[in-house]
């Protein structure tokens, strides 16, 4: 096993005891400026962000449909509450390894796996003037 392997099991445990009976549906409001997120240049890329005090701390994937087009989603799984990842690379599926249940990067519906349940999705707004993107779980319609 090479060494990134190994701390990517070890970072799982972690991740999945933290995660155990954790709710997949944390209700939070952040705030994030894009221009900052290198990692967010092409479509398709995600990252992985915990925005402090907001969605009890669990990590929230975020994903670039397009430039002026992002989602955002829980990366609790709803099928035994383990660690959904971000993909290696761009245009794949989010995934979780526990069961090997793949979600859509655009709605978060089950591709295949065992889940019965999307992931939890977040409303998303973004100001292309100022490149902020609101992440929230409110329902201000
Ligand atoms: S916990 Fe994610 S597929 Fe089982």
Redesign the pocket.
């Known amino acids: 096993m090479n060494q990134q392997s190994q701390f990517d099991q070890e970072n799982d445990l972690t991740l999945n005891l933290k995660f155990k009976l954790r709710n997949i549906s944390p209700l939070g409001t952040a705030f994030l400026d894009i221009s900052e997120e290198s990692d967010l240049s092409k479509n398709g890329t995600v990252i992985e962000k915990i925005f402090d005090g907001q969605f009890e701390n669990i990590p929230i994937l975020i994903v670039r449909e397009t430039e002026n087009k992002y989602h955002a989603f829980c990366s609790v ?6 660690r ?1 990842r971000t993909p290696i690379y761009p245009e794949i599926d989010l995934i ?6 793949h979600f859509s990067q655009i709605d978060g519906h089950v591709i295949i ?3 019965k349940d999307s992931l939890t999705k977040y409303k998303t707004f973004f100001n292309s003037q100022t490149k902020i993107l609101t992440i929230t779980s409110e329902d201000n319609g």
């Open positions: 799984c709803p099928h035994e509450r383990k959904v979780c390894y526990a069961h090997h249940c796996g065992p889940s």
